[in-house]
Structure formats: structure tokens, C-alpha cells
């Protein structure tokens, strides 16, 4: 028998219908701290899990995040920031119970539907490479366990994210990442603790993997996509702050490349050097008795 500590479990909270609005927020202020605790404690094993993702995306592989309601739509929402967010497409996807239809709307039936999460994976041409990682709190969702035990069944990695201990998930796949953040504000309602850990962690997973996928250079986002004029300033100040440009510069050279990236990649053609670099000619006024000017 599961211990369902999150989804079971009454709110550590009586009456809430009777508290101010400033106790129900410091309330639930009190319940989010326990999330990042929570999930500091499954680092160790997400490092574990990262790593033999990393080895499958190396060669190929893709990541699979399957869920319904809540957990289904974090899995979409992560899979579709990666394309903008470092430049690479269908590394990342998401399968939510109902389909695209109950990202907005909720289809509560569809999670029942044991079958059926295996086949909407089917659907991508999922192979031994692909990593599948379930996404359930409660650990007991028909749609992600069918999904995951079939994927399980033909060798594929496997992974949960959930918040109860001793889940038949858990015990399915081959990394489970338990966090525990305990019963919710809500009594049930694990959109809230629940949900945000999901996300944390969903967050760590993916950027993890594009930070070792060289998707990232030094802090920044080098391969995203240059899509509106927010991202095109961004960029320009990344040029900037890399290679000590003028704005003028940066923007030109923004335009001509098409990407960051580009940009960054093609300095030694452009006789243009890192700000690091400038930097040590500058304190550097004498090297073998020939000055720094002759140097560059």
C-alpha cells in the first residue's frame, strides 16, 4: 500500500474557508518552502538520470514526458520552451492524456486509460534510444504507468517524478525522483506543492542535459531563437557583453549572422576577440620588452 503523504493526506490546515486572505497567502507561503528542501534531496538521483539521458541524446535519443492533468501539461509546457530557449527541436516532448485538447480544458477521464499512454507515444516513432519519464504525484496514473511499464517491457530508459513514497511507479521505473513536499494547502490539490516540485525539477532535468549538449556558452543562451525584439536586444547584449562591442556593432553582426552562436563562432574570422581577452591586453603593457599594441 502506497503511503500518499501529498494526494491523500488532509491539509495540515482546519477551516481555511475562515482565514483572511493574509493568512491563507502566509499560509501557503509557509507550505512552498518545503519544496526546494524537498527536492534538494533528490539531486543525487536526477544527477544519475541526467547522466544516462545524456549518454542516449548523445547518439540520438529523445526525452518522452508523459502525464494527465497538472503533470501532463509541466511535461508539455517544459518540452515547448526548449525549441526557442536553445535552438533544437523534437529533443523534448510532451504527451498529455487527452491530447492537446485538455491542455486547456480538463479530460480527467483520460488518465484512467491504462492502454492508451503507450500509444500516443507510439505515435513519435519511439525507439530504444528515447527516454520515457512518467509524471504522476499521486505515482498511481493509469495513462503514465501503461505508458511507462510498456517502455520499461522494450528497454527503454525509464523515469517518474512523483511526491508519495513507496509507489508502485517507483518501483516500475529504473530512476524514480521522489520528492516528498508533503500534504498540500488544499487538501488534494496538487497543482500547488506538488505541481511547482514537478516543475523544479523538470526545470533541472532539461537544462541540465542543454547546458552538456554545448546548447549554452558560458551562461548564455547562444542558440535561441531571435524571434521578437526582446530576444534580438538580448542577443545584442550578449554580443556586446562577450566581445565588448558597441551596440551598432553587435546589432549588425546579429543581423548578418542570424544567431549568437554564428556570431561568437565566427569572431577569429572578424578579427574580433572575447572581452577576457581584451582585457589581458590591456593590463598587459609590455610582454618581452614589445608592447601590447604590437602584440595584437
Known amino acids: 500500500m502506497s503511503k500518499k503523504l501529498t494526494t491523500e493526506s488532509n491539509s495540515l490546515y482546519k477551516n481555511i474557508d475562515r482565514m483572511s486572505i493574509r493568512e491563507i497567502l502566509y499560509a501557503i507561503h509557509e507550505e512552498d518552502k518545503k519544496i526546494v528542501p524537498a527536492i534538494k534531496k533528490t539531486i543525487p538521483q536526477m544527477e544519475k538520470l541526467i547522466t544516462k539521458i545524456l549518454e542516449r541524446m548523445e547518439k540520438g535519443g529523445r526525452v518522452f514526458y508523459t502525464g494527465a492533468g497538472t503533470s501532463g501539461r509541466l511535461g508539455v509546457l517544459d ?60 505515482g498511481q496514473t493509469p495513462y503514465v504507468m501503461g505508458a511507462v511499464s510498456e517502455a520499461k517491457k522494450r528497454g527503454l530508459l525509464t523515469a517518474c517524478i512523483t511526491c508519495n513514497l513507496e ?105 574580433l576577440l572575447d572581452c577576457s581577452q581584451q582585457k589581458e591586453f590591456m593590463y598587459l603593457p609590455f610582454y618581452k620588452g614589445i608592447s601590447h599594441k604590437k602584440i595584437i
Not at 491542455?103 to 484512467?112: C, Y
Not at 496538487?190 to 537544462?207: C, V
Not at 548578418?256 to 561568437?264: D, E, P, R, T
Request: one cysteine or more.
Open 79 to 138: 518540452a515547448s520552451e526548449i525549441p526557442p530557449t536553445f535552438g533544437i527541436e523534437d529533443l523534448f516532448i510532451g504527451v498529455i492524456a487527452g491530447g492537446d485538447s485538455a491542455l486547456r480544458k480538463a479530460i480527467e477521464s483520460a488518465e484512467d486509460d491504462f492502454i492508451m499512454g503507450w500509444e500516443d507515444l507510439q505515435k513519435y516513432n519511439i525507439g530504444i534510444k528515447d527516454t520515457v519519464i512518467g509524471l504522476t504525484t499521486s
Open 167 to 271: 509507489t508502485e511507479i517507483a518501483r516500475m521505473v529504473d530512476f524514480p525522483i521522489v520528492a516528498i513536499v508533503g500534504p498540500e494547502f488544499v487538501t488534494g490539490s496538487t497543482r500547488m506543492k506538488a505541481g511547482s516540485a514537478e516543475k523544479l525539477i523538470l526545470n533541472a532535468i532539461s537544462t541540465s542535459l542543454m547546458i552538456k549538449m554545448g546548447r549554452v556558452k558560458g551562461n548564455m543562451m547562444v542558440h535561441m531563437r531571435i524571434s521578437n525584439k526582446k530576444l534580438k536586444d538580448r542577443g545584442v547584449n550578449m554580443i556586446m557583453d562577450s566581445l565588448c562591442l558597441e551596440k551598432a556593432q553587435a546589432e549588425q553582426l546579429l543581423f548578418q549572422y542570424g544567431s549568437i552562436n554564428k556570431v561568437l563562432a565566427t569572431k577569429k574570422k572578424n578579427n
